[in-house]
């Protein structure tokens, strides 16, 4: 099945700086590539996603990056905000034949003031 | 909309004792899933339902079962519940597959004692 690996599992920056978090995978059949936020209590939200027809999605301040090639992708936060501390989670749909999603681990981001 | 409501939010059981999660979603969505989330280990999917009268396993389904009677709910039952079954649970629903925006529930916290 698929392995889903994220780096770092805890991300301290300034704030207005930016933070970049990685994740690798073992299926090279997986195509959907989302990233989840999660605050203190609460559920995962989705924050962006990427498809493996494309290499690079921005949303404002939050893009992710994909390398089919080598099986990684990152998620990038310019100009982080107190608001951006949380724990985020990439993931990885099954690929080839079971359903769901394989998440990695999670990073927890915290944004020094 | 309420989107995906979970009860009970607590909930401490002893070993060997029964119960069940409870997750409904008022947006119509066709899939379904339930998540256990440990410290350090990320999310991970125990079953999911494409759709109603359809359901199946997904990473670590032992100690636990589904049905999909309606569109809007998916209760997940604990048969005998053990101490290694402490987690926090999430359910998630989507439009129609894994591929979609999976929304979250604010989460269950089991504790088995």
């Known amino acids: 099945g698929e392995n889903v690996e994220q780096h770092p599992s805890t991300l301290s920056v300034q704030e207005g700086d930016s933070a970049v978090i990685k994740c690798t995978y073992s299926d090279s059949a997986s195509n959907y590539f989302p990233w989840y936020k999660q605050e203190l209590g609460k559920g995962p939200q989705l924050i962006i996603d990427?498809?493996?027809?494309?290499g690079e999605k921005k949303d404002q301040r939050i893009a992710v990056t994909l390398n089919k090639t080598a099986k990684h992708f990152s998620l990038h936060i310019t100009e982080t905000q107190p608001e951006d501390s949380a724990v985020y989670f990439c993931?990885?749909?099954?690929?080839?034949?079971?359903?769901?999603?394989?998440f990695g681990k999670g990073t927890h981001l915290i944004i020094q003031p | 909309n309420a989107g995906v409501t979970q009860t009970p939010k607590f909930q401490v059981l002893k070993t060997g004792q029964s119960m069940t999660l409870q997750c409904a979603q008022d947006m119509n969505h066709e899939y379904m899933s339930w998540y256990r989330q440990d410290p350090g280990m990320g999310l991970r999917l125990i079953h999911y339902s494409v759709g109603a009268g359809i359901t199946d396993q997904g990473e670590v389904p032992n100690g636990y079962n589904v049905s999909r009677s309606t569109t809007e709910d998916f209760p997940l039952r604990l048969l005998s519940a053990a101490p290694s079954q402490t987690s926090v649970y999430f359910c998630a629903s989507s439009y129609s597959n894994r591929w979609d925006e999976q929304f979250f529930g604010p989460g269950t916290r089991l504790t088995v004692l």
């Open positions: 993931a990885a749909d099954s690929g080839g034949g079971a359903d769901g999603l394989t």
């Open positions: 990427i498809r493996s027809n494309v």
